[in-house]
């Protein structure tokens, strides 16, 4: 059936004594945190999770908990981390690349197993739900009437052909923004994140389960972007 075109690594722990700000969610990047993704820690109830993701090349040898660590000790924030204490860890493999073929004679493969997480955010759930919505109906119609071949199952699917798109488009897009920028060039592209008229953009547009839509308004909306991307050869993103 194929295999997902990416798998980052996910790893994440649980922690309690967290000096955050109430209720945000805070993301951290760059070389010694995230290579090419992105940290977080997010509230949870009482407790606080903190995890990074990464694709296994960027690791470059290297553990998720060695960069997760080296968030929690870097000295622009370590104050914020030091009463903390561990209660749970996670980790697993985050597939983001829609499989060639996710279903087959009487089989359909669902959220991860299809490889839908989404490349942006390693969300793998809003996708799965995406496609249950998607296939639903004509699935339970073809099981009422037992015609599941896989010619059947080929038609059933053909909604899905509008993810495996989305999901490619995405993960242009945070290939331009984040995946394959320099720290000094993330640093640039987060000055320009932070301008008000770009925040007023992001929070008009952003919707985390459609990142494409807001990618694409930046690159044609915000005119630095828009600079960099024509040189980077972005033109048929404009299309
Ligand atoms: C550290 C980390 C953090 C994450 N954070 C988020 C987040 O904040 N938001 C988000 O949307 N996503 C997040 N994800 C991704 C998310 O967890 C997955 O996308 C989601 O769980 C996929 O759901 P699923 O039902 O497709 O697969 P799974 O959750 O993997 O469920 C598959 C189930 O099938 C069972 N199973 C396997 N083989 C068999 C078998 N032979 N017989 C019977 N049962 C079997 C497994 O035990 C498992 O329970 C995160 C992932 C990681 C690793």
Redesign the pocket.
Known sequence: MGKPREWMV???IEITGYEGEDEWLEMYTGRDIAPGLFAWVIPNGETHRI?M?ALPDDLDGHSCEEFVDNLMNHPLWRHKFENCRETAR?????PAGMVRRPYGERVLL????AGL?KPTT?????P?FQQVDLLSEGLSSAISKDALSARKMKKICRPLEQMRREQQRSRALRDFFVTSRSDAELHQHFEIFAKPEVIELINFQGDIERPASLGLALLKEVPEFRKIALKAGFAMMFG
């Open positions: 996910g790893f994440q995890g993701w996670y980790c697993g493999p985050i669902v959220g991860d197993a997480a390693g969300g793998g759930i809003g799965g």
